[in-house]
């Protein structure tokens, strides 16, 4: 049955496919390139082990380039025969909702069609992302052999003109292939149902306690209006910008208070609303707000370990909790008091995955708005508001109280990321190269009136696979606890980013209420001093405050 394969040949291989934390991520303009697509998705069908009879799960947040890479990927997966395509209507699917049907379908692997929280469209980016059989991010060895693959490529295999329908769940045939199209929001649904009691959200809900929840017109919306809205009975509208745009409107489907700030305002400025939240383009970074009151994203995986016995999903207890180095120590507090074990890992949701395979962990999460369980493996945006919301529904109190009774009991860290987007890359990396130099001779320095007691570029060894994985962030830990964290972004696709991690931990006899900007001031201005960040960056101000 392949008399429809097509053997088209390449003059040369594109030198530039190599994977970044998140896929492959490019501009839009760069993936339309002739010939762009097909070869990263060749050296993925030629890569990913079991491909032939397997099955794979297919589907994006809906940006830009969506629709045609699922055409482009059915119709070369037929001709590298793959036995089964599971995509969903119009090809929407979070992050998430890729993870669980990956897992729920038992699927070799998954491929994923987003460039997470960049702007879409024509002259945003798009992005390919591979997922194991787990369901989570695929392995950098994996990753790496794609790569490799990419590299030598002389052409690409692909069914001829086949025009496939997104439109409605069904079924089609390309040869061999069978191509489902199924709901991308339903099985999904039911896994919040198995984690979250509906009743008391609902009962929440349904009373007096208007809430905002903006998707961004990203591809949360369907899940948010069928969530919210529909099941849980929050009145029609709670849901904002919720029909994804194939440029999600001209926006910056982000969720923080720089790009997601029409929210921030309603929640932080008016005072029409008792819980907001936000998710990215994914759909797999979460932001939570509640009647002024902004909850940092450390202090969010925090708050869901020390109340975690108020859900059902988690009532019989976490095995352990887990965070990026970058995120703020606060849930390290909180597991301890706990008695929970807690491990430290670089950026990126993989690390986690181990740690969550081998049972070793039941929460994670990052200080960049990702936070998550064992029940996929991926970030998950709506989980978190639906936990957050649980827990309200539980606790009765308004979120400020809430956040205050825990600053209370475990101390708070004061907490913010700075980032210097899209600088040359010469800047940056001068800058960076520059403190890692430095770093040996900055121990017992004084810095913003402590001393530094450590200062190294973070190395992590997996406590599952034994694996070593260095130069994740240089650190500089202060004798009072506190530390400011230097890291190059591996997502960007603009220049590079330089972020700047800074915390500063109070205990709960100390001050709690003070503005976090204020309370991490010293910090700010020394590090400025020693990385020359305003200098050599030629910024004024970071680009977005966290
Ligand atoms: C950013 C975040 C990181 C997250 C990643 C993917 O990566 O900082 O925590 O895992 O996006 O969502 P970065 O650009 O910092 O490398
Ligand atoms: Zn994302």
């Known amino acids: 049955m392949t008399s429809g394969v097509l053997q088209i040949s390449l003059d040369q291989p594109f030198k530039d496919q190599k994977p970044g934390t998140s896929g ?220 994804p745009l194939e440029d999600f409107g001209g926006g910056h489907p982000d969720p923080n208070l720089t790009y997601a700030h029409e929210l921030a305002d309603l929640l932080l400025k008016g005072d029409g609303y008792r819980f907001g939240a936000a998710c990215d383009g994914d759909g797999d970074r979460n932001m939570i707000l509640g009647h002024h009151c902004f909850v940092n994203p450390s202090d969010s995986l925090a708050v869901l370990t020390a109340n975690a016995s108020l859900v059902p999903g988690y009532a019989d207890g976490l095995a352990g909790v887990a965070r990026s180095m970058p995120t703020s120590a606060a849930a390290d507090v909180v597991a301890q008091q706990l008695g929970l074990p807690c491990f430290e890992t670089p950026t990126g949701w993989k690390f986690f995955g181990n740690l969550l395979d081998a049972g070793r962990i039941t929460l994670c999460g990052e200080e960049s708005f990702g936070t998550g369980s064992n029940h996929i493996r991926e970030k998950d945006g709506l989980w978190a508001v639906l936990f957050w919301l649980n827990i309200l529904a539980r606790r009765r109190e308004p979120m400020s109280q809430i956040m205050a009774e825990h ?68 650190r500089l830990l202060l004798d009072d606890g506190s530390r400011v964290v230097l890291r190059l972004s591996g997502t960007g696709t603009q220049g590079a980013t330089l972020r700047v991690y800074l915390e500063s931990y109070v205990p709960p006899s100390g001050n709690l209420a003070q503005d976090p900007q204020l309370a991490l001031g010293s910090l700010i201005t020394a590090i400025d001093g020693l990385a020359e960040i305003k200098n050599r960056t030629g910024m004024d101000r970071p680009t977005v405050i966290t």
Not at 131 to 148: F, K, Q, V
Not at 238 to 243: A, C, D, E, F, L
Request: net charge negative; aromatic share 8%.
């Open 24 to 243: 492959l991520r490019k501009s839009s303009r760069q993936f339309e390139t002739p010939h762009y697509l097909e070869s990263f998705i060749e050296a993925i069908l030629r890569t990913v082990p079991g491909i032939a009879g397997g099955t794979l799960v297919v589907g994006g947040d809906g940006r830009y380039g969506n629709r045609r890479a699922i055409g482009v990927i059915a119709r070369m997966a037929a001709a590298h025969g793959v036995a089964r395509i599971l995509t969903t209507t119009g090809g929407i699917l979070s992050t998430p909702a890729a993870s669980n049907l990956i897992r729920q379908h038992q699927a070799t692997a998954g491929i994923i069609l987003s460039a997470s929280h960049n702007p879409g469209g024509p002259d945003g980016d798009f992005g390919v992302k591979v997922n194991g059989a787990n369901g989570g991010p695929a392995p950098e060895s994996l990753t790496d052999a794609i790569y490799a693959c990419s590299q030598q490529l002389d052409g690409y295999r692909i069914w001829g003109d086949v025009s496939l329908s997104l439109d409605q769940p069904g079924q089609q045939t390309i040869g061999a292939l069978q191509v489902q199209v199924i709901d991308g929001v339903d099985d999904y649904i039911a896994l919040m149902q198995k984690l979250f009691d509906f009743d008391q959200i609902s009962d929440l809900l349904r009373g007096d306690y208007p809430i905002a929840f903006d998707a961004m017109h990203a591809v949360t919306g369907p899940y948010a209006k069928r969530l919210l809205e529909g099941l849980l009975g929050a009145p029609a509208g709670s849901v904002r910008n919720g029909i």
């Open 407 to 474: 600053w209370s009991r475990f101390g708070r860290h004061y907490y913010s990321r700075h980032d210097y987007e899209a600088i040359a890359s010469d800047a940056a990396h001068g800058l960076y190269d520059r403190v890692k130099a430095m770093q040996p001779a900055l121990v017992g320095q004084a810095f913003a009136g402590r001393t530094i007691a450590t200062a190294d570029d973070f190395a992590y060894t997996d406590p599952v696979d034994g694996s070593l994985t260095s130069g994740q962030g240089l």
